[in-house]
């Protein structure tokens, strides 16, 4: 049968394509195309029989080139995957399979078939995401659980103790030192086991539940925890129960302390690493804990009656007057949190537990304060929301960032009409950067890439790293094109400096694609692909090439 008639090609669902091998091995012609090939790229008849070079541009042609040598001197088949465009559909992902026809020991033709796969390509790039973002969460959700301060522990539906975090392994050896209790309802009391009981079931039932209760532990010392249950819900079933537990004893004894005696409460207070503070009814210290001058280096109390608004951040005084009035509204201990000022002059986060106290005949005569130091925890919860946001090799916005700032434009631009620009940009032959200089000098250019960029724009605009060697930037309030041109060409002239490392120098092309849009209905997917589309065109013009495009 021979393969090259053009009927058989043309009942075949992928681009064929049959190339004439010249007599050297060194040219490729086109001899037959079948009318899927032609109808994608744009082919016609008259392009048949000529050379490789003279139909496609010539960083293709070069890459095409390769991959037919290589054929040609294995005399086997073979298989690559290369990236291509079409003007309606946009940029697609192709495998192309190459097949030697060999006659007396040399080949002759090449039959090349190539099959669209960029529906799976993309499959497989959003199931790699999905995965990233799964062990990410995973990963975020151990670190929330092992490092938070609170004691946290996950419990089975019989309230056996599946897993704890280390405050949570800390305070059960408070309680019993031999660690060989491994159900929730081992630890309480018999007096408040029916009621947890009873919570526990409840919670069961879907709905969180926070009880306190009483423990007794080895040295036969009494223990209060407040205990929070909350359900672990999947597929609309609770598979387990996530228990939080505090040690209020010393919130407990505290109050308890003062209404029986301020010795026993000064007692109490003198012992522990909190800062417990007694306020009058206007705010004004009455009494500070010795932990003030360990925590905060201060001493506040002396001839001059200091008010609490005096070490806290000016910032936090309306909170602070707010969860006050509440507690005393609603006779209701309040916890949030603020910032004390310590003898440097630095602020540190603190949780507080406000605890109103009333008289016999319900007037409120003052206010029981303790406060805990929550400055590592609110440090890890600012990292994880930074890291959460920006890319961890340039410190660049990340692709969620960009977004969300790439929305906020958007809404500018439809109710004001604020026009706004996006360039996307990505180094030429960066694999060739990696492939013969390491990654470690790959991870050089990209992070001085990043800097130069954020060197290069203005404080209001927003550079970010999508991936791999692909960045993007959001130019808001861009009045005029020659304003984009501007700042593209000093983007340009700051990109076309050397890089050097160690003994290396070395310069980089970047390849540039820049819309600017000034009118009609968008959306945040119209803009990155629009930006995308001509940042290829750019490309498939050769390296260090840019394009600029007024969409209206």
């Given amino acids: 049968m021979d393969l090259t008639k053009q009927a058989l090609i043309d009942g075949m669902q992928d681009m064929v394509f049959v190339m004439r091998v010249s007599a050297?091995?060194?040219?490729?012609?086109?001899?037959?195309?079948?009318?899927?090939?032609?109808?994608?790229?744009?082919?016609?008849?008259?392009?048949?029989?000529?050379?490789?070079?003279?139909?496609?541009?010539?960083?293709?042609?070069?890459?095409?080139?390769?991959?037919?040598?290589?054929?040609?001197?294995?005399k086997q088949m073979h298989s690559y995957e290369d990236n291509y465009f079409i003007s309606?559909?946009?940029?697609?992902?192709?495998?192309?399979?190459?097949?030697?026809?060999?006659?007396?020991?040399?080949?002759?033709?090449i039959v090349a078939v190539t099959k669209d796969i960029t529906n799976l390509k993309q499959?497989?790039?959003?199931?790699?995401?999905?995965?990233?973002?799964?062990?990410?969460?995973?990963?975020?959700?151990?670190?929330?659980?092992?490092?938070?301060?609170d004691a946290m522990s996950y419990l089975s539906i019989s309230g056996k103790i599946v897993r704890m975090n280390r405050a949570c392994e800390q305070l059960l050896k408070q309680i019993n030192r031999a660690q060989d209790r491994r159900n929730i309802f081992d630890l309480i009391s018999q007096q408040d086991f029916q009621f947890i009981k009873e919570t526990f079931d409840n919670t069961l039932k879907g709905q969180a539940h926070t009880v306190d209760a009483t423990v007794n532990s080895e040295d036969h010392y009494q223990i209060r925890l407040q205990i929070k249950f909350i359900p672990m819900i999947i597929e609309h079933q609770v598979q387990g129960v996530y228990a939080i537990l505090k040690d209020m004893t010393a919130e407990h004894f505290a109050k308890d302390a003062l209404l029986a005696s301020e010795e026993r409460f000064r007692l109490i207070a003198e012992h522990s690493s909190d800062l417990i503070q007694l306020l009058d009814q206007k705010g004004y210290f009455v009494y500070l804990s010795p932990s003030h001058e360990r925590v905060l280096g201060l001493q506040l109390i002396g001839d001059n009656r200091k008010h609490i608004h005096d070490i806290m951040?000016?910032?936090?005084?309306?909170?602070?007057n707010q969860h006050l009035k509440t507690a005393i509204i609603y006779n209701k201990a309040q916890k949030f949190e603020v910032r004390f000022q310590n003898i440097n002059a630095n602020y540190c986060w603190f949780e507080l537990q406000l605890e109103p106290v009333f008289s016999d005949t319900g007037i409120f005569k003052h206010s029981i304060v303790v406060a805990r130091d929550i400055e590592a925890r609110?440090?890890?919860?600012?990292?994880?929301?930074?890291?959460?946001?920006?890319?961890?090799?340039?410190?660049?916005?990340?692709r969620r960032l960009f977004n969300t700032?790439?929305?906020?434009?958007?809404?500018?631009?439809?109710?004001?009409?604020?026009a706004f620009a996006v360039i996307m940009l990505d180094l030429?032959?960066?694999?060739?950067?990696?492939?013969?200089?390491?990654?470690d000098t790959g991870d050089y250019v990209i992070e001085k890439l990043g800097k130069r960029l954020k060197q290069a724009v203005r404080e209001?605009?927003?550079?970010?790293?999508?991936?791999?060697?692909?960045?993007?930037?959001?130019?808001?309030?861009?009045?005029?094109?020659?304003?984009?041109?501007?700042?593209?060409?000093?983007?340009?002239?700051?990109?076309?400096?050397?890089?050097?490392?160690?003994?290396?120098?070395?310069?980089?092309?970047?390849?540039?694609?820049?819309?600017?849009?000034?009118?009609?209905y968008i959306s945040p997917s119209f803009v990155i692909s629009k930006v995308d589309q001509v940042l290829y065109r750019a490309k498939r013009t050769g390296k260090n090439k840019s394009i600029v495009e007024i969409q209206s």
């Fill in 428 to 439: 030429d032959d960066f694999k060739e950067i990696n492939d013969q200089m390491g990654h």
């Fill in 313 to 320: 951040a000016s910032d936090d005084h309306n909170s602070f």
């Fill in 123 to 149: 499959v497989e790039t959003q199931n790699l995401i999905s995965r990233q973002r799964l062990q990410y969460s995973r990963q975020r959700y151990k670190s929330l659980f092992d490092e938070h301060t």
């Fill in 460 to 520: 209001i605009d927003t550079v970010a790293r999508l991936g791999g060697d692909e960045f993007i930037i959001l130019l808001p309030d861009i009045e005029s094109k020659s304003d984009l041109n501007h700042i593209i060409e000093r983007i340009e002239r700051t990109l076309q400096a050397p890089y050097r490392l160690k003994e290396l120098t070395f310069n980089v092309g970047v390849s540039l694609g820049a819309i600017m849009l000034s009118q009609g």
């Fill in 24 to 74: 050297d091995g060194e040219k490729f012609y086109y001899e037959l195309v079948n009318h899927i090939a032609k109808k994608a790229l744009n082919l016609t008849d008259e392009m048949m029989g000529k050379e490789l070079n003279e139909i496609i541009p010539s960083t293709m042609a070069t890459i095409l080139t390769q991959q037919y040598q290589h054929v040609v001197q294995s």
């Fill in 378 to 398: 609110k440090t890890y919860e600012h990292e994880l929301q930074r890291l959460a946001y920006h890319d961890p090799l340039t410190g660049l916005a990340n």
């Fill in 405 to 418: 700032r790439l929305e906020q434009v958007i809404s500018l631009y439809e109710r004001n009409d604020n």
């Fill in 88 to 109: 309606d559909d946009g940029q697609k992902i192709s495998e192309t399979t190459l097949t030697p026809l060999v006659s007396e020991n040399k080949v002759s033709h």
